[in-house]
């Protein structure tokens, strides 16, 4: 019943593989990709397939007021590494917590996929920032 949809449904699998990449300046033609992987918990390697919104230096993964299992792990540690095509990528991730930024997001995530998202109270929503590894 599932096959062919998969690729929207948040599965979870373990550490990914692909080709290690260097950060870009711009996201926007690489995150142009409607879904991603993103893998957290460098431990025991935990990697889900999301949706990604990604304009000028900026790149974000969303999981609305849902506390998954990979915002948790991300609060443990927030390094994560995120799978474009075959293009590997090592990023830290901040919870977005200003409203501000969080509206700007929500309107290029509504002229990505249609929709707004569901919870806009960036207090109550779940909206991280991937930013380079330092």
């Given at each position: 019943?599932?096959?062919?949809?998969?690729?929207?449904?948040?599965?979870?699998?373990?550490?990914?593989?692909?080709?290690?990449s260097?950060?870009?300046?711009?996201?926007?033609e690489?995150?142009?990709?409607?879904v991603?992987?993103?893998?957290?918990k460098?431990?025991?390697?935990?990697?889900v397939?999301?949706?990604?919104?990604?304009?000028?230096?900026?790149?974000?993964?969303?999981?609305g007021?849902?506390?998954?299992?990979?915002?948790?792990?991300?609060?443990?540690?927030?390094?994560?590494?995120?799978?474009?095509?075959?293009?590997?990528?090592?990023?830290?991730?901040?919870?977005?917590?200003?409203?501000?930024?969080?509206?700007?997001?929500a309107?290029?995530?509504?002229?990505?996929?249609?929709?707004?998202?569901?919870?806009e109270n960036?207090?109550?929503?779940?909206?991280?920032?991937?930013?380079?590894?330092?």
């Amino acid at each position: 019943i599932l096959t062919g949809c998969t690729e929207n449904i948040p599965f979870p699998s373990g550490k990914l593989q692909g080709n290690l990449s260097d950060t870009p300046a711009d996201w926007t033609e690489i995150a142009a990709a409607r879904v991603i992987q993103i893998e957290t918990k460098p431990s025991d390697p935990y990697s889900v397939k999301l949706w990604i919104i990604g304009f000028d230096d900026r790149l974000y993964v969303h999981a609305g007021a849902n506390r998954a299992q990979w915002v948790q792990n991300m609060y443990a540690n927030p390094n994560v590494r995120l799978l474009i095509g075959d293009s590997l990528f090592e990023l830290t991730s901040i919870r977005v917590v200003a409203q501000s930024e969080f509206d700007e997001f929500a309107e290029v995530y509504e002229s990505k996929y249609g929709d707004r998202p569901r919870n806009e109270n960036v207090s109550e929503a779940y909206l991280f920032r991937l930013s380079p590894r330092f």
